[in-house]
Nanobody
Framework: VQLQASGGGLVQAGGSLRLSCSASGLTFSDYAMAWFRQAPGKEREFVAAVAYTGVITRYADSVKGRFTVSRDNIKNTVSLQMSSLKSEDTAVYYC???????????????WGQGTLVTVSS
């Protein structure tokens, strides 16, 4: 069972970046998927989640209107489209799977490895 995240990199403030996460070894549609992030010296925090069929989503207030989470249950992938990026979005981003429509780190069943997003001002 594995979640493999990709797409991180260096981007200027105001720019856009798309993260992807590929899942293997699990029945993808049985899991809600989410993105969390962890900035240096800070705790890991919730960013966005998408429910099992992809219809329902939720976002942290800090990214609402700027980030869009989506999933493809055929390709077993979840994506995070990030726009209007700010320096405070700089963090390691983690994809996560949960049997719940996850909002907290404690609800996560499976973590992927992180991908670093750096936003330069």
């Amino acid at each position: 069972v594995q979640l493999q995240a990709s797409g991180g990199g260096l981007v200027q403030a105001g720019g856009s970046l798309r993260l992807s996460c590929s899942a293997s070894g699990l029945t993808f549609s049985d899991y809600a998927m989410a993105w969390f992030r962890q900035a240096p010296g800070k705790e890991r925090e919730f960013v966005a989640a998408v429910a099992y069929t992809g219809v329902i989503t939720r976002y942290a207030d800090s990214v609402k209107g700027r980030f869009t989470v989506s999933r493809d249950n055929i390709k077993n992938t979840v994506s995070l489209q990030m726009s209007s990026l700010k320096s405070e979005d700089t963090a390691v981003y983690y994809c996560a799977a949960s049997t719940r429509f996850v909002r907290t780190v404690n609800e996560v069943t499976l973590w992927g490895q992180g991908t670093l997003v750096t936003v330069s001002s």
